[in-house]
């Protein structure tokens, strides 16, 4: 026989009746089964089982108490969270679990299942399960109120470029798209010199200007007016105002360098041509193929404007091209991998066939792309009239050497702007602005800017170029194989103008883009 110790024996805790229905159960504080005591006590009824939700129409937000609003999508945390600040009575027991029960999108209801616990009596406690309906109602916020007004708005931006062509202004616009920067606006106007972006508070008009002084080279300057003062309270409300410059430099003029700043940048020559104009201003020099960088900060301090632009250029006919060494050109700087110096003659479209018709020979850094019988447009120095008093002192310089040259060379033309018009089979998304946009498709400036993007593979890089369903189909061969056009691969597709919201619409608040149109 073998000793078993008292702390080894099993414990059997013994079973008593229920004292409402007589079912065995462990005994407990209430002696009632669950199901008993469920029907005696509901921890639950000081717990709502109806509730509302208030939701804006123009933006979609749902309004938190006590006064702010939140975008959530629905069955998300943020919208849970909403829920649940908005139920009454859940403080008086123990959250254990909650969750979405599943509605139909469009039935305007929001349910949600919820896991309390709460001490009935005497150490017992309770669990229940049950459901909350929330019905969603319709309520416009006070932004929203603002946005309707149209002329509300406390802080402007002014974005202007004191320039004739407008390149920039269509590449920044596509820069503003692609990273939503203009989603804070309750209003936008175009005007002849830019575009004033209006914002309802000035923290989001100093966020853009932000992002604006990281993308383009520009400066600025601040202003405020005060509209009214509680001497009480001492507040004061103010309207501020933020006007912006861009540098009047645009991609593909021909500018000169002040001496002072040619030295700075590495004794680079004074007579370039802008390539690129993005947070910096890049140059190349024709005869070199030497390039160097300028930022906002340099500009600034010694302005400078561009001797010609590209509406200004004349259309010249390649007659021959002789490649030259490294030894013949005589480059002390960095140079462009992407350009090949030549000496290149020319002749202006315009003479062919005439038997006295002035030929020009030239140093240009388009050597890998022209061939004789190409058409190129460059700036016809001999017969130009410049008024630009840097560009004075720098041809009275060169005209003792005899070193001033004739023509610069600037791009060439692949074909007729109608064919390659046709032949685009892509499109970019547009701000919708108040006055409407002077870069209609139709206007000269903002094809100029569509064909560069075509030209420049690294330019495009930060633009979103989408697929044009509409456009008629091309057959490759009738294309020209030397034209440059922008693959399948580049689109993005998705583009649906009807899913778009308006722009004058959009809140301060809202995170949606804002409404576009096609060009």
């Not at 110790?5 to 099993?10: D, G, K, N, R, V």
């Not at 603002?146 to 708005?153: H, L, M, P, Y």
């Not at 861009?246 to 004794?267: F, H, M, S, Y």
């Not at 058409?375 to 840097?390: K, P, R």
């Amino acid at each position: 026989m073998e000793y078993v110790p008292e702390s080894a024996a099993p414990l059997q805790v013994g079973k008593i009746l229920c004292f409402q229905c007589g079912t065995p159960i462990e005994p407990n504080a209430t002696n009632m089964c669950v199901a008993c005591l469920r029907s005696h006590v509901d921890i639950t009824e000081e717990i709502a089982k109806q509730n509302t939700l208030n939701m804006c129409k123009s933006c979609g937000r749902y309004a938190v108490p006590p006064s702010s609003w939140q975008v959530c999508a629905l069955e998300s945390k943020e919208l849970l969270a909403v829920c649940l600040k908005r139920i009454k009575g859940l403080n008086h027991v123990r959250l254990v679990d909650a969750g979405f029960v599943w509605t139909e999108p469009h039935s305007r209801r929001v349910k949600v299942k919820l896991t309390v616990q709460k001490e009935v009596t005497q150490g017992a406690v309770l669990q229940q399960e049950f459901v909350i309906e929330f019905v969603v109602q319709t309520q416009m916020c006070d932004n929203c109120h603002r946005g309707e007004a149209k002329d509300f708005w406390r802080a402007v931006v002014q974005l202007r470029q004191k320039a004739e062509h407008k390149k920039t202004f269509y590449y920044l616009e596509q820069l503003i798209l692609k990273h939503k920067a203009h989603a804070r606006t309750v209003n936008i106007k175009q005007v002849p010199d830019g575009v004033d972006f209006f914002f309802p508070g000035r923290s989001d008009a100093r966020k853009f200007l932000d992002f604006l002084v990281g993308i383009v080279p520009c400066r600025f300057k601040t202003s405020e007016q005060l509209l009214s003062h509680d001497a009480n309270n001492n507040v004061f409300n103010y309207k501020y105002t933020f006007s912006v410059e861009i540098v009047p430099i645009n991609k593909d003029d021909v500018v000169c360098l002040p001496r002072e700043t040619a030295q700075q940048l590495g004794n680079f020559a004074e007579l370039c041509i802008c390539t690129r104009v993005t947070s910096v201003v890049t140059f190349i020099d024709p005869r070199t193929a030497q390039v160097t960088e300028m930022n906002g900060n340099s500009y600034w301090r010694e302005p400078f404007r561009s001797i010609c632009n590209q509406k200004r250029l004349s259309e010249f006919t390649v007659i021959n091209v002789e490649s030259l060494s490294d030894a013949e050109i005589n480059s002390h700087g960095p140079q462009s991998d992407k350009h090949v110096v030549a000496d290149i003659w020319v002749m202006k479209s315009s003479d062919l066939g005439k038997s006295d018709a002035p030929q020009y020979c030239t140093r240009s850094h388009l050597g890998h792309l022209l061939h004789p019988g190409d058409s190129v447009m460059g700036f016809d120095l001999a017969n130009a009239n410049v008024n630009e008093e840097h560009f004075e002192k720098y041809e009275k310089r060169q005209l003792k050497k005899d070193r001033l040259p004739d023509v610069i060379l600037v791009k060439k033309v692949f074909a007729d702007r109608n064919t390659r018009k046709r032949a685009r089979q892509w499109k970019l998304r547009r701000l919708r602005k108040e006055n409407g946009s002077d870069g209609s498709a139709e206007g000269n400036d903002y094809q100029d800017f569509l064909e560069d993007l075509e030209e420049d593979a690294n330019f495009r890089q930060g633009v979103n170029i989408y697929k044009d369903p509409t456009a008629m189909p091309v057959d490759e061969d009738d294309q020209d194989e030397g034209v440059p056009k922008i693959t399948l691969q580049e689109m993005l597709e998705g583009l649906n103008l009807a899913e778009e919201e308006e722009v004058m619409a959009v809140p301060a608040e809202e995170e949606e883009s804002a409404d576009v149109e096609i060009a």
